[in-house]
């Protein structure tokens, strides 16, 4: 599932293996990145965090070229997240 408001995106993956996962949430950011560019936009890896719930054993991600470490506390259009 993919989200936003002005500038602020969520993407929400559900998966039963840690690399079920990471491949989603990667294939999806590049679904939303080339979109972006065909209007002109872009997405910060930099600024992007990822929280895990469950059985959740990896503690970074790479997206977008960049590792992505994992958040304990994230927040997302005024709602907060906690492991």
């Known amino acids: ?6 500038d602020n995106g ?5 998966a039963d293996t ?3 996962a ?6 999806v ?3 939303c990145r ?3 560019w065909g209007r002109n936009m872009d997405f910060s890896s930099i600024k992007t ?3 895990g719930f469950g059985d959740v054993r990896w503690r970074s991600v790479m997206i977008g070229g960049v590792d992505v470490e994992a958040s304990d506390r994230l927040r997302v259009l005024g709602f907060y997240f906690n492991m």
């Open 1 to 6: 599932m993919v989200t936003s408001y002005i």
């Open 10 to 14: 969520v993407i929400l993956v559900a």
């Open 18 to 20: 840690p690399r079920m």
């Open 22 to 27: 990471t491949d989603m949430m990667v294939e």
């Open 29 to 31: 950011w590049d679904d």
């Open 34 to 36: 080339r979109v972006a």
């Open 49 to 51: 965090k990822w929280i």
